[in-house]
Structures are given as structure tokens and as C-alpha cells.
């Protein structure tokens, strides 16, 4: 008996639950956040693009996209507003998949993605890449939801989440930073939660 206590307390130990600073957990909630009214998306007529200072740009269709090797994520997301959400899961594929299909060229370091309604945002290259971002089409198994970007949304979790454009239909690569819709609003150009890089001061 004593060795089942043992081994329950040191799972509850390695999964015990980390909020960034700031932060509350929204638990079983999801709560919807956009700028837009969600956009009926017509799966025939979905694209992907990666374009920008890239060697090749490359489009994918619906089901181009899906002949891809796929990738999951499994964890927690941040959003600026002060919610946290633990253990999601979102399945779709890697960004590095369709970097290495569009080869970045030597100037490349930022990344400007763009959602088919007009919103954009900004990051790093280096933070999407290495297996830290996704272009996602599935939450906990089900199809992405309209409301939640789907059908296919960037994810990019370990920024807060505005980064992770719903409606996602282009992958920017840029030499010099360029601002996306928060951002020209003073959100900060990186956004690390464990860091409160909310807003930017200039
Ligand atoms: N196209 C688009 N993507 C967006 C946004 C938006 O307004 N438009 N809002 C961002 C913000 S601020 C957050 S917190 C998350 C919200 O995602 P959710 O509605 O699935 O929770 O989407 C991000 N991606
Ligand atoms: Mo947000």
C-alpha cells in the first residue's frame, strides 16, 4: 500500500500544474476571443501558403496539407487577457514541415502569419521553429471549431496566444520585422508569458 501512496505523490509532483505570472487557469472553458465575426470557410476553396524570403513559396491545398507527416501538441496555452488553459491537445502539422518544403533563405528571421479575414501577427522565426509551432486542424480529437480558427489555425503555445492566428492561410517569412494587427496596437512584438511581454513600450 505505502509504495501505491509513494507513487501517486511523485506523479502529482512531476504533473503539478505551472500558471506564468499573472495568469489564472480557465479550466475546463475555452473562452472564444476575435477581432472578426468567424469566417465561413469552404474547405475546397482553403489554402496554405509560405511565401516571403523563402527559395521556393508553396501553396498546399485541404488535402495537400493532410499528405503531410502529421504532429500533435499536448499542453498549455496563455492568453494576454490573463487566462490559461492546462493540458490542451491540438493535432495538424509542424511548421517546420512546411518551412523545409518552402526553404527559408539565409535572411530569414521573422515570421509575419496572416489569417484569410485580414488579421496578422508577428513573431520570430526562431519561435516557430525546432518544434515550437503548428498549423493545427483538430482539438482533443474533433475537428477545430469555427469559432476556435478553425478549419486550421496556427499554434504557437509557448507565446501568448494572439500569436496563434485562427484562420490562418499564409506564413509570411521576412528579413526585417514588420508588425502584425496587435502589435500596431502596442502588444509586444514577442510575447512570452513567462516573461509578461504583454505590451511593448515603443
Ligand atoms: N484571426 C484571428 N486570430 C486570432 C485572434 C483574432 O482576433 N483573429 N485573436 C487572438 C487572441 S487575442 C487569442 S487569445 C486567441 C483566441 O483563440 P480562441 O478564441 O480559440 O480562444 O486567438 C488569437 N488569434
Ligand atoms: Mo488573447
Request: glycine share 8%; hydrophobic share 35%.
Amino acid at each position: 500500500m505505502s509504495q501505491f501512496t509513494a507513487g501517486f505523490a511523485g506523479r502529482r509532483r512531476d504533473t503539478a500544474k505551472k500558471l506564468p505570472p499573472g495568469q489564472y487557469d480557465t479550466g475546463s472553458s475555452w473562452p472564444v476571443l476575435a477581432v472578426e465575426v468567424t469566417p465561413a470557410v469552404d474547405l475546397d476553396a482553403w489554402s496554405m501558403t509560405v511565401d516571403g524570403s523563402v527559395e521556393s513559396p508553396v501553396t498546399w491545398s485541404w488535402s495537400e496539407i493532410h499528405e503531410l507527416p502529421g504532429s500533435e501538441y499536448a499542453g498549455d496555452i496563455h492568453c494576454v487577457t490573463t487566462w490559461s488553459k492546462f493540458d490542451t491537445r491540438f493535432a495538424g502539422v509542424s511548421v517546420d514541415t512546411l518551412l523545409a518544403a518552402a526553404k527559408p533563405t539565409s535572411g530569414a528571421a521573422f515570421l509575419l502569419a496572416h489569417s484569410s479575414t485580414g488579421y496578422s501577427t508577428n513573431m520570430p522565426l526562431a519561435d516557430v521553429t525546432d518544434g515550437k509551432a503548428w498549423v493545427v486542424w483538430e482539438f482533443d480529437g474533433k475537428p477545430l471549431a469555427p469559432q476556435h480558427g478553425g478549419p486550421a489555425r496556427l499554434l504557437v503555445p509557448h507565446l501568448y496566444f494572439w500569436k496563434s492566428a485562427k484562420w490562418v492561410n499564409r506564413l509570411e517569412l521576412l528579413d526585417e520585422d514588420k508588425r502584425g494587427f496587435w502589435e500596431e496596437r502596442g502588444y509586444h512584438d514577442r510575447g512570452d508569458p513567462w516573461q509578461e511581454q504583454r505590451y511593448h513600450s515603443s
